[in-house]
């Protein structure tokens, strides 16, 4: 490869000693967008066999309809838009490189504390892979745009504009699933800085202009997310660093921490020994799993992996039913000792998976929400208050949840961990 | 601080902070409907409504408790009853005009709200000021008489300017 300059790029490179004609002949593809004689686009003569500036043969003839492209600014403005096949030596689409190119220096800006990143190789650049790996994670579909979306400025207006961005100033919004796929995707948007102008200080502000747009299946979108921001990618139990205890309900009969609640019947001393001596503690209550605050149609992610052990969706949400969990996911986990371990979500908006799947740590696997009796009853009072809606989370040894004896504390499966009031002692 | 407690407690009524928002505090004893009150077993609960329209006993996913819901008068009222047969929960009582009463204050199920302002100025106000903010009632903080459980929580909820239900809430 001699040289590469896409269509309508301000950016190129040359390969080894270049000469005037492969100067010129990329420019032409730069900023002129004239395309090969030869592409089946505007085909005019084969390969070689001219000695047209956009041949390969080394002439530098330019011929009248591309001086009339030059001279004609309409001509370049959508040039975006065009097949990207032409101005280089290979097919242009972004390569899985270029596109880990693209989020490596996002992810070095975010790790050196950078505000502003230039990213103008990249202009008008698209591509989207499979199964791209980003150690743990397969991202199996991963789609970048650059200068793209509703508002983009004209390529003539772009000649004047470096494609900055400050790297850790993007949005997210869930969006529809690119064409030919299926399933819940998400699109990271950045937005284009432009330089401020005199009298104002030197500097760049946020525009409305996408610069760059990623698309990523949901599943993993927080694993992208803390891969650009140069955050530790999120290892077994991290799901739920820095979560909150919803505390114990009014009457002390539920909630909060796996454990004993208070009654008005008794202090409930011996919460140790509820699962292993059933029966023995008359008049006591006990709290079977860990409240964990979450408002409705938070993505929840397990705090194990494993594979799906069964689900339950058959509960509304929003609708109100007395005593019930609602809609549930279990998963069971081989721990490293080999031994095996069932947790539960419940009161769950939402359940993606199904029994049988495969599940890795950040995976999302439904929504929380305010099925069962975290739902609303007819008269508009909701079993759970907005303010204490969460995901109940139970872990059994044995796979048996309700009335089973095998039940342990979930939270030794969660990296923070909290005393028996609901206070949190470590943050690891 | 003595007198003042001893105050609010002649009164039956007192008023709690949570959040900084002001709610009335009653004890859970205090609240009857049409003669029955939390803690009443099934049969004297049937008397004052008749004959459910509904039954159904299960076990409690969440206690793993023995339960038993009745329904009176179609679907306007749901009860729930603990493993012992006793008033557990309102879980809504929306029939029109059975009578309400909280700490000698009585008033109707369809009842004007402006009995409300009277009877819980705290509790009203919060509801004045959440409204907007999807408030559906009046809250009232309950406590029982022995002052150790922190108590079983009411709602009386309002529609267009009436009251609409009471129910009590044991949040889990």
């Given at each position: ?6 269509l309508?790029?301000?950016?190129g490179?040359i390969?080894?000693?270049p000469?005037?004609?492969i100067?010129?002949h990329?420019?032409?593809?730069g ?6 004689t030869?592409s089946?686009?505007s ?7 001219t ?6 043969a080394?002439?530098?003839?330019l011929w009248k309809?591309?001086w ?11 040039a ?11 097919d242009?689409?972004?390569?899985e490189?270029?596109?880990l190119?693209?989020?490596?220096s996002i992810r ?11 990213l ?14 980003i ?5 199996w ?11 983009v ?13 400050n790297?850790s100033d993007?949005?997210k919004v869930?969006?529809?699933a ?12 950045f ?15 946020k525009?409305?202009f996408n610069a760059?747009?990623i ?12 891969y650009?921001?140069?955050k530790?990618?999120?290892?077994p ?11 114990s ?5 539920h909630?909060?921490v ?7 019947k ?9 699962y292993e001596n059933p029966g ?5 209550q ?11 149609n ?23 039913v007395s005593?019930?969990?609602g809609?549930?996911?279990i998963i069971?986990s081989?721990l ?6 069932y947790?539960m979500y419940?009161y769950?908006n ?6 049988g799947?495969?599940?890795?740590v ?5 929504l ?6 975290a739902g ?5 009072t909701?079993g759970c ?5 969460h995901?109940?989370?139970?872990a ?12 342990i ?7 923070t961990k ?8 470590n943050d690891? | 601080m ?14 709690t902070?949570?959040?900084?928002i002001?709610?009335?505090?009653i ?10 009150s939390?803690g ?5 609960v ?6 459910p329209?509904?039954?159904y006993k ?5 206690s ?12 306007s ?6 493993s012992e ?10 029939a ?5 009463e909280i700490?000698?204050k009585?008033f109707l ?11 819980f100025?705290n ?9 907007d903010?999807g ?11 022995d ?5 079983i929580?009411f709602?009386?909820v309002?529609k ?7 129910s ?5």
């Amino acid at each position: 490869m001699a040289g590469y300059m896409p269509l309508q790029r301000q950016v190129g490179f040359i390969y080894d000693n270049p000469n005037l004609f492969i100067i010129a002949h990329e420019l032409g593809h730069g900023a002129f967008n004239l395309r090969h004689t030869f592409s089946p686009e505007s085909f005019i003569a084969a390969e070689r066999t001219t000695q047209n500036l956009m041949d390969y043969a080394g002439g530098t003839e330019l011929w009248k309809h591309q001086w009339e492209q030059i001279r004609d600014p309409q001509n370049i403005w959508f040039a975006w838009a065009q097949e990207e096949g032409e101005g280089e030596m290979m097919d242009f689409n972004m390569s899985e490189e270029m596109i880990l190119d693209l989020l490596k220096s996002i992810r070095k800006a975010n790790a050196n504390s950078k505000d502003e990143l230039d990213l103008s190789f990249f202009q008008l650049s698209k591509g989207s892979k499979l199964d791209v790996e980003i150690e743990p994670a397969t991202f199996w579909y991963l789609g970048i745009s650059t200068n793209s979306g509703e508002k983009v400025l004209s390529s003539s207006e772009l000649s004047f504009h470096p494609l900055m961005i400050n790297p850790s100033d993007f949005s997210k919004v869930n969006c529809e699933a690119p064409k030919g796929l299926d399933g819940r995707f998400m699109k990271f948007t950045f937005k284009l800085y432009s330089p401020t102008l005199p009298p104002r200080n030197p500097g760049y502000y946020k525009t409305e202009f996408n610069a760059i747009e990623i698309t990523v299946n949901s599943e993993w979108e927080y694993y992208l997310e803390a891969y650009l921001l140069n955050k530790e990618i999120p290892k077994p139990g991290d799901q739920f660093v820095n979560m909150e205890i919803v505390p114990s309900g009014t009457h002390g009969r539920h909630g909060g921490v796996f454990g004993c609640t208070r009654t008005s019947k008794t202090n409930c001393s011996n919460y140790d020994n509820k699962y292993e001596n059933p029966g023995i503690q008359s008049g006591t209550q006990f709290h079977s799993g860990v409240d964990v605050r979450a408002s409705v149609n938070t993505p929840l992610r397990p705090a194990l992996a494993g594979i799906v052990f069964s689900v339950t969706e058959t509960f509304t949400p929003g609708v109100y039913v007395s005593e019930s969990l609602g809609n549930k996911i279990i998963i069971r986990s081989t721990l490293d000792d080999g031994r095996d371990v069932y947790i539960m979500y419940c009161y769950l908006n939402e359940v993606n998976v199904n029994v049988g799947d495969t599940i890795k740590v950040g995976q999302i696997i439904g929504l929380t929400g305010d099925t069962g009796n975290a739902g609303v009853r007819p008269d508009g009072t909701r079993g759970c208050s907005l303010e204490r809606l969460h995901v109940h989370i139970e872990a059994t040894r044995d796979g048996v949840f309700f009335g089973g004896a095998a039940r342990i504390d979930p939270s030794m499966f969660i990296t923070t961990k909290f005393d028996r009031n609901g206070n949190q002692i470590n943050d690891n | 601080m003595i007198i003042s407690a001893l105050f609010f407690s002649l009164q039956g009524i007192s008023q709690t902070k949570r959040d900084s928002i002001v709610y009335d505090t009653i004890f859970i004893s205090e609240l009857s409907i049409n003669g029955f009150s939390l803690g009443d077993d099934s049969r004297s609960v049937i008397k004052a409504l008749g004959k459910p329209t509904y039954f159904y006993k299960g076990i409690s996913e969440i206690s793993e408790e023995e339960f038993s819901i009745y329904k009176f008068l179609g679907d306007s009222v749901s009860l729930l009853f603990d493993s012992e047969n006793k008033l557990y929960r309102i879980e809504y009582f929306m029939a029109k005009g059975n009578v309400v009463e909280i700490c000698k204050k009585r008033f109707l199920i369809g009842d004007d709200v402006g009995k409300l302002e009277e009877f819980f100025p705290n509790s009203f106000n919060t509801y004045m000021m959440m409204k907007d903010k999807g408030a559906v009632g009046l809250f009232l903080k309950g406590k029982s008489d022995d002052g150790f459980v922190i108590g079983i929580d009411f709602n009386i909820v309002i529609k267009n300017d009436q009251i609409y239900s009471v129910s009590s809430v044991e949040e889990f």
